[in-house]
């Protein structure tokens, strides 16, 4: 009969050391500037402003006048007139939000009454599909 031969078992070894490649974080973008601008004599508010490709500024903040769910038309434009009172510029509108004759009223009655001229404001409105 053929001698049998018992082979010890392996010997463990160490666990080997991960070594974790840490990934360079890339440099952070330099933030854009942004500039402050007075808007109003009366008020002197400061309305934070980015400068465009074009090099126009347009207002950080904005008024959306989308409320038809919470608000009656009314009052979204009579707070349309009361934003453009305190400072605001910029305002974001859409025919979808079927509130036109209000804001639109709003605007007529702030650039009237000398709050401020109508190349002072920003307007955007937008198209449903």
């Known amino acids: 009969m053929p001698k049998v031969v018992k082979k010890a078992p392996p010997k ?3 666990p080997k050391k991960v070594v974790k490649k840490i990934a360079k974080k ?3 973008a330099p933030a854009k ?3 402050l601008k007075v808007v109003g004599k009366k008020t002197g508010v400061k309305v934070p ?3 465009l490709y074009n090099g126009k ?3 950080v903040v904005g008024l959306g006048t989308f409320g ?3 608000m009656s038309h009314d009052n979204i434009g009579k707070a349309v007139k ?3 009172e305190n400072g605001y510029r910029l ?3 859409a025919k979808v939000y079927c509130n036109e004759p209000q804001v639109g009223k709003a605007l007529k009655t702030v650039v009237k009454n000398g709050t401020v001229t109508r190349k002072d404001l920003i307007i955007i409105s937008k198209l449903a599909n």
Do not use: E, F, M, R
């Open 57 to 59: 500024q347009i207002p």
């Open 82 to 84: 009361y934003a453009i």
């Open 68 to 70: 038809s769910d919470h």
């Open 91 to 93: 305002i974001d509108c």
């Open 26 to 28: 890339p440099a952070k």
């Open 33 to 35: 500037k942004v500039n």
């Open 12 to 14: 463990k070894s160490a």
């Open 49 to 51: 402003t980015l400068k």
